[in-house]
């Protein structure tokens, strides 16, 4: 947590940075479902340095970059893979230049007892004796950055064909999660960050991170957003307040 003082010099060095803020009335963020925990702080703590608004609008990555080829009106978007980032790039709706790299990620096997015994996961894994008549919730394995890394780490090891059959896809990991966390399934895969905001699954195992594309959250404007506020927020997604808040919620910093 930060300090008063170091928090009021952030927003002085904002203020003073960008005077031009004060013609803006607020900003959309289209973000990843799995940053949800972390953007709610975030915009609690753009808000009362700037005074202006932010609204947050979370899903499936593939599902808001659907949306924003469709027109709808954002300023930013964070995706939690670069695929759906170099769509966007290659449809000319990402503005030139702003595009970097914000966060890494880790996916887990969590379940949704309690006294789980750990995993170690690997391709002598007996995944499917785990689940037995149960099912593994993640993510649509087609579209969503969640269930596209796990898909592609169970493909890595061995174990996707035996276990296909039983995947209950959700539309986002923050569904996913749900189904473990409420019993509906007793396995699922899910990032680090999400399982650590909730309280109801245990972390039974993590995917070597040889086994899936590396997990990497680009953050850029999007070019037809004329909002001022644009390039005030994403510079605070890169300031001390932001990198607080995603390091106190399990996120790596892909900046270092």
């Known amino acids: 947590m930060l300090t008063p003082a170091v928090a009021r010099a952030g927003t002085l060095a904002l203020a003073v940075a960008h005077p031009v803020m004060a013609g803006a009335d607020g900003i959309t963020v289209f973000a990843a479902a799995s940053v949800t925990t972390a953007m709610a702080e975030v915009e609690e703590r753009f808000e009362a340095a700037t005074g202006h608004d932010v609204i947050i609008s979370l899903a499936g990555s593939s599902a808001l970059a659907r949306q924003i080829q469709q027109g709808a009106p954002a300023d930013i978007f964070i995706s939690a893979n670069p695929g759906w980032m170099d769509t966007l790039e290659g449809d000319g709706l990402v503005e030139e230049g702003t595009r970097f790299d914000l966060l890494n990620n880790a996916i887990v096997l969590i379940s949704s007892d309690s006294g789980a015994a750990p995993v170690e996961i690997g391709p002598e894994t007996d995944l499917a004796g785990l689940l037995g008549d149960g099912r593994l919730a993640m993510a649509r394995v087609d579209a969503v950055p969640a269930g596209i890394y796990g898909r592609a780490a169970l493909e890595s090891l061995g174990l996707w064909d035996g276990v296909a059959a039983q995947v209950a896809q959700a539309r986002n990991v923050r569904a996913a999660l749900a189904f473990v966390a409420t019993g509906e399934a007793p396995f699922g895969i899910v990032y680090a960050t ?32 004329d909002n001022p506020l644009t390039p005030v927020f994403l510079e605070f997604l890169r300031g001390p307040q932001a990198r607080a808040v995603f390091q106190d919620e399990g996120f790596g910093l892909a900046d270092g």
Not at 194 to 202: G, H, I, M, N, S
């Open 194 to 225: 999400d399982a650590a905001a909730e309280d109801r699954v245990t972390v039974v195992g993590t995917f070597p991170p040889d086994t899936h594309p590396p997990i990497v959250y680009p953050a850029a404007a999007l070019a037809r957003s």
